[in-house]
Structures are given as C-alpha cells and as structure tokens.
C-alpha cells in the first residue's frame, strides 16, 4: 500500500486483488449472505481508494483493510434488512401481478373479460341484470330497482344467486 500511495499503479492493482480473498472472509465473518458478498466486496474496494490516503504505512495493511471491510459488511446486513422488511418475496407476485405495460397481460385480461361476459350471459335474466346494473355498471340499488322495474329485494337475491352461480362456473364446482 505504501508503493501504491507513492503512486506506483501495478502495486495498488496488485494490492487490490490481492484484498479481495481478505474482503471476501471479512464479509462472511460478519454473516453477509454469499449472494450479498461480492457487493460488500465492491463497496470496499471503493472506499479503499477513496481513502487510501488514510493509510498508516507504519501499521498493519490487513488490519486496515479489515476495519474498512468490516463496516461495508454490516452496512449491507443494516441495507438488507431495512430492504427485507418492506418488501414482500412472493414466488409468484409476478405471475398475479404482471407488469401494466406487458401485452400478454393485456390480452389474459381481454379473454379473462370475454370469459365473464360469456357467463353472465348464460345466467337467468334476473340475475344478469341484477349483475349488469348492480355489479358492472355499479349503480346503487334504487337505481338498479328503477332501472330494472325490480324491487330491491329481488335485486340482491339475484345479484346473490348470479355470483354464486359465477363462483360455481369458475370454480368447477357442481
């Protein structure tokens, strides 16, 4: 390190290389994930050359080295953590929640719709209208009720009985 700070370049590119095996168990030392290692490593490496000129050539390189590796790593476990506790790993959040802009997502919710409407249709005509007034057009249940000529009642038995029997259809249930 004193040859690098004197300037001499193949000396600090050696050095760093040759830090990396003592960056590496640092960081393992400390509980960094394996997957997370090499981040620690390049944070370090980093900070090395920022403060390279910190550097006591009277004192213990692996020592320095160490210190400054030592605080990467538990700057990342802090990192991770904060990180692990907002977010939710969910093998399959992508699948239920595809990206807005992707086309095959767009086209699941087309043949999804067109699904829908398929079974709507085939339901009794109180419970379609009840569903198309109450559910899809979402009018309240007065409106509906003038809408329809229905009393209200009959409304929510209907809109009862469609989405069960909805529920029913796209559930396979008998």
């Not at 992508?94 to 992707?102: F, K, M, Y």
């Not at 085939?122 to 009840?130: C, D, F, K, M, S």
Request: no cysteine.
């Amino acid at each position: 390190m004193a040859a690098a700070q004197a300037g001499d370049r193949v000396a600090y590119e050696k050095l760093l290389a040759d830090s990396i095996p003592l960056i590496r168990a640092a960081a393992r030392r400390q509980g960094v994930a394996r997957d997370h290692v090499d981040d620690v490593v390049q944070e370090t490496l980093i900070t090395v050359h920022r403060v390279r000129h910190t550097y006591d050539p009277s004192r213990s390189y692996e020592a320095w080295l160490n210190a400054i590796a030592s605080r990467r790593a538990i700057d990342a476990l802090r990192s991770r953590g904060r990180r692990d506790s907002r977010e939710l790993h969910d093998a399959f959040a992508l699948d239920r929640h595809p990206d807005v802009d992707d086309a095959s997502a767009a086209s699941e919710r087309q043949q999804d719709a067109q699904r829908l409407r398929a079974a709507i249709d085939e339901l009794p005509q109180g419970q379609r209208e009840a569903l198309e007034q109450l559910g899809l057009r979402e009018r309240t249940l007065a409106e509906a009720a003038e809408q329809t000529g229905r009393s209200t009642g009959s409304l929510k038995v209907n809109l009862h009985r469609g989405l069960k029997s909805l529920r029913r259809h796209f559930n396979r249930e008998p």
